[in-house]
Every structure is written in C-alpha cells, then in structure tokens.
C-alpha cells in the first residue's frame, strides 16, 4: 500500500472556521488537500478564541482517504500572534526599507518547524496561502521544492486602496506597504 504524499500548506490565519472569507478559502483548500496528499499545516492564531479549532484542524490532517492502513498524520503547528505585538516587530520594515507586513509574521518558532518538518517528512509541495508567509520556504535551500503562492487578495493593491482613502501619515505608510510588498 503506498502512502499519500506530503505537502506544507503554509497560511496566515488559522484555516478554521470557516467563518471569514479567508478562512472560508483556506478552510477549502485544506479540505480538497487532505483527499489527496498528507497535508501539514502552519498557521499563525490572531484570535485568542480560535484556539479552541486546533482540533478541527488536525482532524482534516487526519484523513486517512477511506483507508484504514496506518497513514503518516500531517502535522499542525499553530502559533498565537498577538497583534499589538507583532504591529511594534513590523516597524523593522522601516528600518530596513522593506515591506511591513513581513516582519509582521516574521517568526523563528515557525521558520524552525518548517525547517524540522522538511528534513523529517519528504515534502516535496508548498502551498503559501498569503504572501507573507513565502518567507519560509525562500531562498535556495528551498530550491527543490514545487512551490505555490495563492495571494488571497493582492495585498499590495488593498494597501495602495487604503492610501487613497486616509490622511497623512496613514496614506505614506500605505502607500508605502503597496510599493514594499
């Protein structure tokens, strides 16, 4: 019997529950990947109240496709992110002349957990729901992997929409993110 193959989906926001249009995505696409492949998530929890669907999570990651033989599990790692917080780390952008919202997600726990769970499974596919979250599978050392960007929304294009519509300094720093990111 052979085994599903794996995949990384990389995303955001917690994928559960389906209650917001990105999650309502996610929540989807994760759904339609766990018919097939193995599937291991990372995500970020911006909502204290969210944790409680870690186990909503896993159970999609448990799927075993109708078969009862002894599939390997995909993993979830979930990681809170607390706004306030991670608005403070985002201001590195500017000090760097990147974007903000990298360094907003910006995270060693989970960069680790990629890195961990690449070496241990044989993940050969990533799917990066949101562009911040490319940031862990960049760079050469991730050269051997299909990797696959879905974008959510063009948040450059969101960010160069909220220029037009606010005031100075809001409209340079919007602006700003729209040209960074």
Same mark, same amino acid.
């Given at each position: 019997?052979?085994?599903?193959?794996?995949?990384?989906?990389?995303?955001?926001?917690?994928?559960?529950?389906?209650?917001? %249009?990105?999650?309502?995505?996610?929540?989807?696409?994760?759904?339609?990947?766990?018919?097939?492949?193995?599937?291991?998530?990372?995500?970020?929890?911006?909502?204290?109240?969210?944790?409680?669907?870690?186990?909503?999570?896993?159970?999609?990651?448990?799927?075993?496709?109708?078969?009862?033989?002894?599939?390997?599990?995909?993993?979830?790692?979930?990681?809170?992110?607390?706004?306030?917080?991670?608005?403070?780390?985002?201001?590195?952008?500017?000090?760097? %002349?990147?974007?903000?919202?990298?360094?907003?997600?910006?995270?060693?726990?989970?960069?680790?957990?990629?890195?961990?769970?690449?070496?241990?499974?044989?993940?050969?596919?990533?799917?990066?729901?949101?562009?911040?979250? @490319?940031?862990?599978?960049?760079?050469?050392?991730?050269?051997?992997?299909?990797?696959? @960007?879905?974008?959510?929304?063009?948040?450059?294009?969101?960010?160069?929409?909220? @220029?037009?519509?606010?005031?100075?300094?809001?409209?340079?720093?919007?602006?700003?993110?729209?040209?960074?990111?």
């Amino acid at each position: 019997m052979s085994r599903r193959r794996n995949i990384l989906f990389l995303t955001n926001r917690v994928p559960f529950p389906p209650n917001k %249009g990105d999650k309502i995505r996610s929540f989807n696409i994760l759904k339609h990947l766990a018919k097939t492949y193995c599937v291991h998530v990372g995500a970020f929890i911006d909502d204290p109240l969210d944790w409680k669907y870690k186990s909503d999570v896993e159970a999609l990651c448990r799927k075993d496709a109708g078969d009862e033989q002894d599939y390997d599990f995909g993993e979830v790692h979930l990681l809170g992110l607390n706004p306030a917080v991670q608005k403070v780390m985002s201001l590195k952008g500017l000090l760097t %002349g990147g974007s903000l919202t990298i360094p907003f997600y910006a995270s060693q726990a989970m960069q680790s957990w990629v890195d961990e769970l690449l070496a241990k499974r044989p993940i050969e596919k990533v799917l990066v729901f949101s562009s911040p979250m @490319a940031q862990f599978v960049s760079g050469p050392a991730y050269s051997h992997l299909r990797r696959v @960007a879905d974008f959510v929304d063009i948040d450059s294009d969101k960010w160069a929409q909220y @220029a037009k519509s606010k005031s100075w300094p809001m409209s340079w720093i919007y602006g700003r993110e729209a040209k960074t990111l």
